[in-house]
């Protein structure tokens, strides 16, 4: 029994034209080989250091979740919930006061270099998996999509829009806290999926917002593969860089994939 | 490895509707109306170059002379026939910003009812006159659609433009431009490169618009 996960983002095409570099970040880690907690951030095409700050909002969160990990009080924290899964509130409260952790390691970085906080303005995805139970928080676009056991695949939220194409919220906003989107869901996952917008367009029905299964379960079996290292590594990436997927989508791409083996 | 490749599904553009308000009222006679007509194909001409917009950018257009009416409902660029505009009649403005107003919110709904995207609409009007119909009401509501970000709204005056109304009924922070003589071609291809920034705009990106070197703003 154990998670088998992978991270990658790609460059978009609008961006390598622009010289620009990829400004989406996506990581994972796993704890007790069972909880794995998973973050992707997509920074904003205007903000000027916003791969910074991408990077910078993914590695606080995960950190969070070791020094919780590692913490002795973690029997309060997390443990409680481990179980029988965190409540909605005790996931609110979790997600909030990680949130600000990575908002307030956002503003010191802003400080030392002199700019504003607004120059790392980033959206952010996180979630937490257990072998019995999944909560995940949302600010700004992007999706998680994930499959429960003998389910269909799901998006867990409607990615958080403006009503225009071009608007969304970022972390640094001042509002990003409160528009936090966090849920609970106390069932077996088998596959989670998080990624940036990028992707968006091609991997969900934007009419109803249902998740493109012919889009998922490839990438579901590709982590059901016993396959490791680099042939495992250059599947997603000859993926993430295709053709096919470029002539599509000309922004930043990641995925962040999950895959539980129950054997 | 025996695995295949993501298939992807297939979504509608986002698109980018921009509402063109023509002044076809008597006093456009002539060249001007005849420059307007060449710089309608421009804009076309120049859409087209980009792939990309050309599936995004989606006009329509509403002309007041004898009466404001829809002579182009919405269509992509590629859909678009450039018209041969003729003059008549008054200036009946205000009726004109009034349907481009409703008819904005209906193709808004439409794109919502069929999970289409959309950036924020422009609304372009072009006159060479003052409006014959009461306007307070219909620059009332332009106002405040702006304010709320519900819409971008341009002036453009030509000739003997009454620019003071214009300033009036135009957002505070986008006071109406004075076309420099008739280069409505320079003006439509200056609406063209607009249009593929921000048909091409990223999340949260403001665009910055390139240069208007076919008007003046009047201050």
């Known amino acids: ?263 | 490895m025996p695995v295949g490749l993501p298939e992807f599904v297939e979504n509608p553009e986002n698109r980018c509707p921009v509402i063109l308000l023509l002044d076809t009222s008597g006093s456009m006679s002539g060249q001007p109306i005849q420059e307007l007509n060449r710089g309608l194909a421009a804009f076309k001409e120049d859409v087209l170059k980009d792939s990309q917009a050309s599936l995004s950018v989606e006009v329509a257009m509403i002309t007041f002379g004898s009466i404001a009416k829809l002579i182009q409902d919405f269509v992509t660029i590629d859909q678009f026939t450039p018209p041969v505009l003729e003059v008549d009649g008054l200036t009946p403005m205000g009726a004109a910003i009034e349907y481009a107003l409703d008819f904005l919110e209906n193709r808004k709904q439409t794109y919502k009812d069929n999970g289409i995207l959309y950036y924020r609409p422009w609304v372009f009007l072009i006159t060479d006159g003052a409006p014959t119909d009461s306007w307070d009401s219909a620059a009332q509501r332009l106002r405040e659609a702006e304010a709320q970000s519900r819409l971008s709204f341009f002036a453009v005056g030509v000739k003997d433009a009454d620019m003071n109304i214009l300033k009036q009924i135009s957002p505070p922070e986008r006071p109406p431009v004075m076309l420099n003589g008739l280069d409505f071609r320079e003006m439509f291809v200056w609406l063209s490169a607009s249009m593929k920034r921000v048909s091409s705009g990223k999340v949260g990106q403001a665009v910055a618009l390139p240069a208007m070197g076919w008007g003046q703003i009047s201050s």
């Open chain 1, 1 to 263: 029994m154990n998670w088998k996960a992978i991270a990658r983002s790609a460059i978009g095409t609008s961006h390598e034209n622009q010289g620009i570099v990829c400004q989406d970040y996506g990581d994972y880690r796993i704890f007790q080989d069972v909880i794995i907690v998973g973050a992707v951030a997509d920074g904003a095409g205007s903000a000027k250091h916003s791969d910074v700050g991408a990077k910078l909002a993914v590695e606080t969160v995960l950190k969070c979740f070791s020094d919780i990990n590692e913490s002795p009080q973690k029997e309060e924290e997390l443990e409680p919930g481990y179980s029988k899964g965190l409540s909605k509130e005790e996931a609110d409260k979790l997600f909030a006061t990680i949130v600000k952790k990575a908002i307030a390691k956002l503003h010191e970085q802003a400080a030392k270099e002199n700019y504003s906080v607004n120059d790392l303005a980033c959206t952010l995805l996180v979630f937490l998996a257990t072998p019995d139970w999944f909560a995940a928080m949302q600010i700004g676009d992007g999706f998680i999509v994930m499959r429960s056991q003998e389910s269909e695949y799901q998006l867990l939220f409607q990615p958080d829009k403006g009503e225009f194409a071009n608007e969304t919220t970022f972390i640094t906003s001042a509002n990003a806290v409160k528009e936090m989107q966090v849920k609970v869901i106390s069932e077996k996952q088998e596959f989670i999926c998080a990624s940036t917008d990028g992707l968006e367009k091609v991997a969900i029905r934007l009419s109803d917002w249902e998740p493109f299964s012919p889009f998922f379960k490839p990438l579901e079996e590709y982590l059901h593969e016993p396959v490791t290292g680099e042939e495992k590594d250059k599947y997603l990436m000859e993926f993430l860089n295709s053709e096919r997927l470029n002539s599509r989508t000309d922004d930043d791409k990641t995925l962040l994939l999950c895959f539980f083996d129950r054997e």
